[in-house]
């Protein structure tokens, strides 16, 4: 009986979300196109459980997600030369890494403050710390840059303790798994730089 009572629609919603999810970065560090509209897929499963979660950061998150997985999809699309080679994996600017870091910490500190004076949100700042930083991170991936990987990487190891807090098991293991395929995706990105890892 409680086997049963664990397997609700959540559990396999959530179940579902592990497995696009991962699909999704292993598609990401093979730099394959099909990860952005899996990630769309991706997206909608997640909606449902953070709002179920109350961790409306996350869910405010995935909607920007929903834009940027357009918006990754639009441009390495787009970035496609007529001989059909994909767009090139580049480094970011020290301007462009500071912009995303101090957007991050704007919006860590602002959108914390806020959920945590006008919502019954958990972890609002933890949660918000991930939500901004994953936004500049998808930013960065979106525009193949290599330094997501970093930026993911910090966020996974936060977010994995937050869903495990949270009674999210499978998303826990999720993330967790994101911090090795962080690792993964940043070395083999730098080989496509044609830099030893």
Same mark, same amino acid.
């Given at each position: 009986m409680e086997f049963m009572s664990f397997w609700t629609l959540d559990r396999a919603l959530e179940l579902a979300g592990l497995g696009t999810g991962l699909a999704c970065v292993w598609l990401l560090i093979r730099q394959h196109i099909a990860t952005w509209p899996l990630g769309i897929v991706y997206v909608f499963l997640s909606l449902y459980l953070f709002w179920q979660a109350r961790l409306y950061a996350d869910f405010l998150l995935h909607l920007g997600f929903l834009a940027l997985n357009g918006y990754g999809w639009w441009t390495w699309a787009r970035g496609r030369s007529d001989s059909g080679e994909a767009l090139p994996v580049t480094r970011s600017s020290r301007g462009e890494l500071l912009g995303v870091v101090l957007l991050g910490l704007v919006g860590t500190v602002m959108f914390g403050t806020l959920f945590a004076r006008y919502t019954d949100a958990s972890l609002p700042y933890w949660d918000n710390a991930t939500t901004a930083f994953s936004l500049g991170a998808m930013w960065l991936s979106a525009r193949k840059r290599l330094e997501n990987w970093v930026l993911w *990487? !910090? $966020?996974? $190891? $936060? !977010?994995? %303790?937050? &869903? !495990? =807090?949270? %009674? =999210?098991? *499978? &998303? !826990? $293991?999720? &993330?967790?798994? &994101?911090l090795g395929l962080a690792v993964q995706g940043y070395r083999q990105w730098r080989q496509s730089l044609g830099v030893a890892a």
């Open positions: *990487f !910090a $966020v996974d $190891v $936060v !977010a994995t %303790g937050i &869903y !495990a =807090l949270k %009674g =999210l098991p *499978f &998303y !826990a $293991v999720l &993330y967790a798994i &994101y």
